[in-house]
């Protein structure tokens, strides 16, 4: 109930950003995985999320939802992380590694040294943390660039979209910023949308109305 009542409050910016963020942090570690270790191509990573052993070596898109959900919890430290401490780096980034630590503490494939804590880590495990708090000012600062606004931004507030139609909206924003080279998110496509058919309904009112005349 807690967890719930946390979320909501959080709102849309921040659900936007954990979903930028998770995504491209998974796919950017796996992309250094099979970089580092070729040979980890189309082999099982299995690690506990969730309660259950997942293969983590999958891309985003194939990856269990324990695992993505698990991605997802990491963002939303992160984010809670910067909100907590938006001008002190080391604050938050300690705070994401003791996230992580009770995120993973029952994970036995997780090296024992890394659950010291933050201050008695090396460089380059901190600098892990560090990246977290820089990726998810950057996750926010785009999602605030592609956020609708004006009339768009109140129809978003307000519509309802199932499931199937989300997942084209997701499926279509993904190809969309692939082709531009910039992330377009599904409720900037969805507000354009909105406002297409708006235009249409009062060409087509204004239409009728200079026939009737």
């Not at 659950?115 to 605030?144: C, I, Q, S, T």
Request: net charge positive.
């Amino acid at each position: 109930m807690a967890a719930k009542a946390k979320k909501q409050k959080r709102g849309r910016l921040a659900e936007a950003a954990v979903d930028y963020f998770a995504a491209r942090s998974h796919d950017a570690w796996r992309r250094n995985l099979l970089k580092a270790q070729p040979e980890q191509k189309g082999t099982p990573r299995m690690r506990l999320r969730g309660g259950v052993m997942v293969d983590v070596n999958q891309p985003w898109t194939k990856l269990h939802p324990k695992a993505k959900a698990d991605n997802k919890q990491a963002a939303y430290d992160a984010y809670d992380a910067v909100k907590k401490f938006p001008n002190d780096q080391e604050a938050a980034a300690e705070y994401v590694h003791q996230r992580w630590i009770k995120r993973n503490k029952g994970d036995p494939n997780q090296p024992k040294a890394l659950f010291k804590p933050y201050a008695g880590l090396p460089e380059v495990e901190k600098d892990k943390d560090r990246a977290h708090v820089d990726n998810m000012k950057k996750a926010l600062a785009a999602v605030r660039k592609d956020a609708p606004k004006g009339k768009a931004k109140r129809a978003a507030a307000t519509i309802t979209v199932d499931a199937k139609a989300w997942r084209r909206l997701t499926s279509a924003a993904r190809q969309l910023s692939t082709a531009l080279g910039r992330p377009v998110q599904p409720e900037a496509l969805l507000a354009a949308g909105m406002e297409a058919m708006a235009a249409v309904c009062e060409a087509i009112a204004s239409e009728a109305r200079a026939t009737k005349t």
